[in-house]
T-cell receptor, first 114, second 112 residues
Framework: DTEVTQTPKHLVMGMTNKKSLKCEQH?????MYWYKQKAKKPPELMFV???????INESVPSRFSPECPNSSLLNLHLHALQPEDSALYLCASSQIDRNNEKLFFGSGTQLSVL | DQQVKQNSPSLSVQEGRISILNCDYT??????FLWYKKYPAEGPTFLIS?????DKNEDGRFTVFLNKSAKHLSLHIVPSQPGDSAVYFCAASYFGNEKLTFGTGTRLTIIP
């Protein structure tokens, strides 16, 4: 199983809503990532979890709250988002070793904030 | 500060010919480079990588070349096929850094 599964695939939410994005992998990877990608731009790192501990937070606003319940799951909790937060949110995972840079990405959640 | 740059936003190539995608970087600490392919509304898919101890790596139709002195890498696809039409991102990192730095992407269109 070399898949990273993200749900939902599409999400439309209002600025007062609370929603969560979910990500799951069963490759035994101990690093998991959230990226944000706007149209015609490269993926932009948001958070990195290593061994279920938050190791990188790229100065992301607090309206995005990550959670890593166990080594296979990664959530992104959303609250009071702005329309400019509309983007494709990508989850990824990797091994933690010298070649940990090889990320396996999920298909993403296309988020629209109204 | 864009540390990884792909100066061609788009490239069109005839089917069967060679596609060459270029990438330049500025951070001399980078020692591991990757190419990803991305279709619309999907996550990037890993294609091929190269370590700075090598100057070439091949995998089937895909070859990546690294010129460390010029801080330049390129991806060659030969022969190009219609399914290769996608956006290609180069990415770079260095030992001890969990963060992968992506280039701005090149949209490759293969013309049948």
């Amino acid at each position: 199983d070399t898949e990273v599964t993200q749900t939902p695939k599409h999400l439309v939410m209002g600025m007062t809503n609370k929603k969560s994005l979910k990500c799951e992998q069963h490759m035994g990877h101990r690093a998991m990532y959230w990226y944000k990608q706007k149209a015609k731009k490269p993926p932009e790192l948001m958070f990195v979890y290593s061994y279920e501990k938050l190791s990188i937070n790229e100065s992301v606003p607090s309206r995005f709250s990550p959670e890593c319940p166990n080594s296979s799951l990664l959530n992104l909790h959303l609250h009071a988002l702005q329309p400019e937060d509309s983007a494709l949110y990508l989850c990824a995972s990797s091994q933690i070793d010298r070649n940990n840079e090889k990320l396996f990405f999920g298909s993403g959640t296309q988020l629209s904030v109204l | 500060d864009q540390q990884v740059k792909q100066n061609s936003p788009s490239l069109s190539v005839q089917e069967g010919r060679i596609s060459i995608l270029n990438c330049d970087y500025t951070n001399s600490m980078f020692d591991y480079f990757l190419w990803y392919k991305k279709y619309p509304a999907e996550g990037p898919t890993f294609l091929i990588s190269i370590s700075s101890i090598k100057d070439k790596n091949e995998d089937g139709r895909f070859t990546v070349f690294l010129n460390k002195s010029a801080k330049h890498l390129s991806l060659h696809i030969v022969p190009s096929q219609p399914g290769d039409s996608a956006v290609y991102f180069c990415a770079a990192s260095y030992f001890g850094n969990e963060k992968l730095t992506f280039g701005t992407g090149t949209r490759l269109t293969i013309i049948p």
